[in-house]
């Protein structure tokens, strides 16, 4: 059983940074691709951005060029930095790593206020 800890999240005005972190437990497999998801009130989760195994990474459009996501140091740690913060980005973030199935994380509240 992999377990996420995500941390980094909370209320930022419009225009300003917020950076996410999840760490995932100890794996006896590789992790194929780790990243995030989000969730705003009355929409359905969408993915925002990851990150595979060899580096590659993927962003949704709406988060091009505000949003980074890059691997730490430390094995299966995963960081979004998110700059240029827009009200519309306000939801609850899901780390999520890809195993054999998908692991998710507890979520982590982001606000940006107008």
């Known amino acids: 059983q992999v377990q996420l800890v995500e941390s980094g999240g909370g209320l930022v005005q419009a225009g300003g940074s917020l950076r996410l972190s999840c760490a995932a437990s100890?794996?006896?497999?590789?992790?194929?691709?780790m990243g995030w998801y989000r969730q705003a009130p009355g929409k359905q989760r969408e993915l925002v951005a990851l990150?595979?195994?060899?580096?590659?990474?993927n962003y949704a459009d709406s988060v091009k060029g505000r949003f980074t996501i890059s691997k730490g140091n430390a094995k299966n740690t995963v960081y979004l930095q998110m700059n240029s913060l827009e009200p519309e980005d306000t939801a609850v973030y899901y780390c999520?790593?890809?195993?054999?199935?998908?692991?998710w994380g507890q979520g982590t509240q982001v606000t940006v206020s107008s």
């Open positions: 990150i595979t195994s060899d580096g590659s990474t």
């Open positions: 100890k794996s006896s497999f590789s992790i194929n691709d």
């Open positions: 999520y790593a890809r195993i054999f199935r998908t692991y």
